[in-house]
């Protein structure tokens, strides 16, 4: 066991490795419609952190950053980015997938009552 998570485990107080552990709970059943909406959220919410940490990145660059551009570098860059712009995601530290998850499933669950209300028509003759 790790020096962390001894801590970890003798004061109830979060690691720096529990800071970035995806989500956990009913949401993240695996199969589960509400499992892929949460998914779908997250993926989106990963991609608008990705393209702002590239947008950051790149003013950074035109101010003349500590380190020369090279391709390698801006490779490095942009999966550093990717990876921690999922794990972020996943942690709904920006609050994204949340938002537009609660927003899905109440819109979802509307529209499922307003189906149930209407009456069927059948189309036989």
Same mark, same amino acid.
């Given at each position: ?9 003798? &004061? ?5 490795? $529990? ?16 499992? %892929? ?16 940490? %590239? ?6 660059? $035109? ?17 550093? $980015?990717? &990876? ?42």
């Amino acid at each position: 066991m790790s020096v962390t998570t001894q801590l970890t485990a003798a &004061n109830g107080v979060a690691g720096p490795s $529990d800071a970035l552990a995806p989500l956990s709970g009913p949401r993240a059943t695996a199969g589960s419609r509400e499992a %892929k909406l949460w998914q779908g959220c997250c993926q989106f919410e990963a991609v608008f952190i990705s393209q702002m940490l %590239k947008e950051m990145r790149r003013t950074a660059d $035109d101010q003349g950053g500590v380190m020369p551009a090279s391709p390698g570098r801006r490779m490095m860059q942009s999966m550093m $980015d990717e &990876n921690l712009s999922q794990r972020l995601a996943e942690r709904g530290s920006a609050g994204i997938a949340g938002r537009l998850y609660s927003d899905f499933r109440r819109q979802a669950a509307s529209t499922l009552e307003q189906m149930a209300s209407q009456p069927r028509v059948s189309m036989a003759a």
